[in-house]
């Protein structure tokens, strides 16, 4: 049994959490690593149902956060690109276990994937599923 001294101190993740911890936030970072820039609509088909505002928030939040990056070209018309920084490339790397671990719980459980993109698609066939979908199965089951 560890002493209360071998356990890490959590405080210095207090400000950083906020950001991150958000709906969103883990999200728009993995679908910016995935295709290493994107531009906001890009995002927005990626994410499907978020919607401009939250998106735009949270691209805002993650910037702040030093964990993406936002170039703006100056051209007709103007485009702006997300990427990762370093620290979002890192961030990325370290919650990937965590992916792993939700996508072998949810086999491990016979729970579908809530997602429709290409990506889920591709890795788990039939076990992905939209929230209309998962919504109208329950629906079902009920007496």
Not at 66 to 78: K, N, Q, S, V
Not at 96 to 116: F, K
Not at 132 to 139: D, E, S
Request: proline share 4%; net charge positive; charged share 30%.
């Amino acid at each position: 049994m560890s002493n209360k001294n071998d356990s890490p101190c959590f405080c210095p993740l207090e400000g950083f959490m906020s950001a991150i911890s958000k709906k969103w936030a883990v999200l728009i970072i993995n679908a910016i690593g995935i295709y290493e820039r994107l531009r906001f609509n890009r995002l927005m088909e990626e994410l499907h149902s978020i919607s401009s505002k939250t998106l735009s928030d949270r691209l805002k939040e993650l910037q702040a956060e030093g964990l993406i990056e936002r170039e703006f070209f100056a051209e007709i018309p103007p485009r702006v690109e997300y990427s990762l920084t370093k620290d979002g490339v890192e961030l990325r790397e370290s919650i990937t276990p965590l992916l792993y671990w939700v996508v072998r719980r949810n086999v491990a459980n016979h729970r579908a994937v809530d997602c429709e993109c290409d990506a889920c698609k591709s890795t788990f066939g039939s076990q992905t599923m939209s929230r209309t979908k998962m919504r109208a199965r329950k629906i079902q089951r009920l007496p």
